[in-house]
């Protein structure tokens, strides 16, 4: 199994508790406000919010909370928070990248650098390992909306540039320039997407070990833990039986 999408499945099993619910909420929430800032606080005007208000209804997090942090964008007391992309190796060579919002940078930098030295890997320059992800839009429909040939009709139409069905979702791939109208093609089509959003794609993965693979995926385990990280991509594979074990 591929480790781009994989790993989050784990995590996002494990994820059920009240604890770790509360943080993800708090994550979105941060998004939301900063996206709001960046543009107008209208999902409908504003790409990045409406990504970012997908992903919250996604979790199922309250409509009040969402509104919340939207009007918090617009508050003079509201935080300020800096975009930061980290990039490292893990165990086993594969490439790791980390994305933050973070109101203090030095803090971020010192806990990812300690995630990767526990782990076994090594924090690296921005731009290092970039190069070996490309940076795509992303839409995820469920399965059971369409069978395959018909939303692989209907993204071509869209002007999307691929399409990935597995067991249980669909995910479009489109350009950084197409995601928005893509979105609005498909929205009309099939309703509101699970999540539409950019996300940075492995060009080729990197096949493991279970030892190094347990590694990685603790040391993503530590990384998505962490308050100021939004999300974590790498181009790893792990074997199905791994997998069975992590989430069991």
Request: no cysteine; aromatic share 6%; hydrophobic share 40%.
């Amino acid at each position: 199994m591929a480790g781009h999408s994989q790993f989050k499945n784990i995590m996002h099993k494990k994820g059920k508790q009240d604890a770790i619910r509360s943080k993800l909420f708090s994550k979105l929430a941060r998004e939301i406000t900063v996206a709001a800032k960046m543009g107008l606080p209208d999902p409908a005007m504003n790409a990045r919010l409406r990504a970012a208000v997908l992903a919250a209804r996604a979790e199922n997090m309250p409509k009040d909370n969402i509104e919340r942090a939207i009007k918090k964008a617009s508050g003079a007391e509201g935080e300020t928070y800096d975009e930061v992309r980290y990039e490292g190796y893990a165990p086993g060579g594969v490439a790791v990248i980390v994305e933050a919002l973070t109101d203090n940078r030095n803090r971020t930098a010192g806990e990812v650098r300690s995630y990767f030295t526990k782990a076994g890997g090594s924090l690296a320059e921005t731009g290092a390992v970039s190069f070996m992800f490309d940076r795509v839009g992303s839409i995820v429909y469920d399965r059971k909306v369409a069978d395959d040939d018909t939303m692989l009709e209907a993204a071509i139409e869209a002007g999307a540039d691929d399409v990935v069905s597995g067991p249980e979702e669909h995910e479009v791939i489109t350009s950084v320039e197409t995601l928005a109208e893509a979105e609005k093609a498909l929205e009309a089509k099939f309703g509101e997407p699970l999540k539409a959003s950019l996300v940075w794609r492995p060009q080729n993965t990197v096949a493991v070990d279970d030892e190094s693979g347990e590694k990685i995926l603790r040391l993503i385990g530590l990384l998505e833990d962490n308050d100021d990280v939004q999300n974590v991509t790498a181009n790893f594979e792990i074997s199905d039986a791994l997998v069975a074990r992590m989430q069991g």
